[in-house]
């Protein structure tokens, strides 16, 4: 399995969008292939706990109640079978792999400089 957090840039979008009119410009900026399936989450906050919502697809921005600044994670569509073999199955859990990393490390930094 490769685990990957990648940042692929920007995008501008109108309020009156939907997002599944905008998957095929995600796809070539993560470098899917086009028609590639994915499913997106707004990353709602990170501290002190992760929390994240599945966005509707069908649904505009406005609806979906995302503003300016939102951050929008997205992921290739996993199949359900496939998801007990994977590490960080969706969003969240590799979120809060990532916070749990950064929590851990930021503890053994502090526990060395008083030690």
């Known amino acids: 399995m490769i685990l990957l957090d ?30 590639e399936e994915i499913d997106l989450f707004e990353e709602v906050k990170f501290e002190p706990n992760v929390m994240c919502d599945h966005i509707d697809k069908k649904l ?23 998801t007990e073999t994977l590490r960080y199955p969706d969003v969240r859990s590799f979120l809060e792999y990532v916070h749990n990393r950064q929590k851990r490390v930021t503890y053994e930094k502090v526990a060395s400089i008083n030690n």
């Open 6 to 35: 990648v940042y692929v840039g920007r995008l501008f979008v109108k309020g009156t969008e939907k997002p599944i009119e905008i998957l095929s410009k995600l796809n070539e900026l993560a470098g899917f292939e086009q028609g």
């Open 60 to 82: 505009t921005f406005r609806e979906s109640e995302l503003e300016d600044g939102d951050i929008i994670c997205f992921q290739k569509v996993v199949n359900v079978e496939n």
